[in-house]
């Protein structure tokens, strides 16, 4: 199963929940189960992704609501998604 750390953002995949992080040494850290719905947060400021369409043209994408940094457009939510849980 898949875990998102809340001390440093990481995903680790391990059998059971993660009570304390080998990077930062952390103890009794929030831990979010990882799915392929879970929306990480801003890669930049730890913000909240918002999802931001154009209709009329099909495209779709992520948006923090505090820093604006943003994922690129895609075809589909899925696609949009993926896009915003993959970036640096």
Not at 40 to 62: D, K, R, S, V
Request: contains cysteine.
């Amino acid at each position: 199963m898949k875990y998102l750390l809340g001390c440093c953002g990481r995903i680790v995949e391990t059998d059971n929940m993660p009570v304390w992080c080998i990077r930062c040494g952390e103890h009794r850290i929030k831990v979010t189960e990882f799915t392929e719905d879970t929306m990480l947060p801003c890669p930049f400021c730890g913000g909240h992704p918002q999802a931001e369409a154009m209709n009329t043209i099909g495209l779709y994408w992520y948006e923090c609501d505090d820093c604006g940094g943003a994922s690129g457009s895609a075809d589909d939510w899925v696609e949009a998604r993926k896009k915003w849980n993959e970036r640096k």
